[in-house]
């Protein structure tokens, strides 16, 4: 669901809105690899990797390049360092990181900020405090962003 929503609406609010400078978004990790049903095994390397990729200014390029690539989406090392290849990444840097797991903290507090919030799944998308829950369209995420846009003013 989170990739269906990268493909039907990220890309999209992407556009009209953050590069536009009207909004801003802010991606927290909420990777689903716990039990009693880890629906996503690989999930919080690719979060911990990319927050890797984020140290050298290509999060989002890695961010877009996971959910490209999520069919292939392993534990292996080398598919996170392949992507990190293709981005032009510092390979010392980027493979200490992920080797150290230096965003493992981080990722876990990502993922019990979402619990608290209320989040019991992905994908989860805050506007202005209000949960979207799933990969809806981009028109229900367009109508929820215009209007708080236009309580604020903006």
Not at 25 to 54: K, N, S
Not at 111 to 138: C, E, H, M, W
Request: charged letters at 30%; proline letters at 5%; a neutral charge.
């Amino acid at each position: 669901f989170c990739k269906k929503l990268f493909d039907e609406s990220e890309r999209q609010i992407r556009a009209e809105y953050i590069e536009t400078g009207k909004a801003r978004m802010v991606y927290r990790d909420f990777p689903l690899d716990q039990p009693p049903q880890p629906l996503h095994p690989f999930a919080r390397g690719a979060a911990e990797a990319a927050e890797c990729a984020r140290d050298q200014g290509k999060y989002w390029a890695y961010h877009d390049k996971l959910f490209t690539l999520q069919s292939q989406l392993s534990s292996d090392p080398v598919f996170f360092e392949g992507i990190a290849v293709t981005l032009d990444l510092d390979m010392n840097s980027f493979r200490a990181c992920v080797q150290t797991r230096k965003y493992k903290d981080e990722v876990e507090k990502d993922y019990q900020d979402g619990i608290a919030a209320g989040v019991r799944g992905t994908p989860a998308t805050f506007v202005n405090g209000k949960l979207i829950s799933g990969a809806v369209p981009f028109a229900s995420f367009k109508a929820a962003i215009d209007e708080a846009l236009q309580k604020s003013g903006k």
